[in-house]
């Protein structure tokens, strides 16, 4: 059978052990429901950091995005929005992922800090957590 063929309702039961018994999309796009599009993918190849996701799991994840939840018992499994066209609706959300405010800043910059400082404040690898940066301009 493939994944595709897969209802919300299975894919939730095979994932409410791995998400201490509660269902979030996240955990879909971590891999469960790849048709014939791609799961959800960070990884760094050649040098660049790559993220994919497929535009059907984008989709499933949007419908299904928690901060659309209306908190009626009737909707409560989602989905929460309808996506219409799956293709359209990725072609916006890159739109607005690179689209930059008057200091040159974009969604994705703005996350990629929030990574750099988590990264940093949990103890990554590959970086010098003794270094002090200089409190005054060099050659003073």
């Known amino acids: 059978m ?61 419908e299904h995005c928690e901060r659309f939840y209306n908190g009626s018992v009737a909707s409560a499994d989602g989905p929460y929005i309808k996506v219409t066209d799956p293709e359209e609706f990725a072609r916006e959300i890159v739109r607005l992922l690179n689209e930059e405010t008057e200091d040159g800043h974009s969604i994705i910059h703005e996350m990629l800090d929030n990574v750099f400082v988590e990264a940093i404040e949990y103890g990554c690898e590959g970086v010098d957590h003794d270094f002090q940066q200089a409190t005054t301009p060099q050659g003073d």
């Open 2 to 62: 493939d994944s595709a063929d897969l209802t919300d309702e299975e894919i939730r039961a095979a994932y409410s052990d791995a998400s201490g018994g509660s269902y979030d999309a996240i955990n879909v796009m971590a891999g469960y429901r790849m048709s014939v599009d791609t799961k959800l993918v960070c990884e760094v190849v050649d040098g660049e950091l790559q993220i994919r996701i497929g535009v059907d799991i984008l989709k499933f994840a949007a």
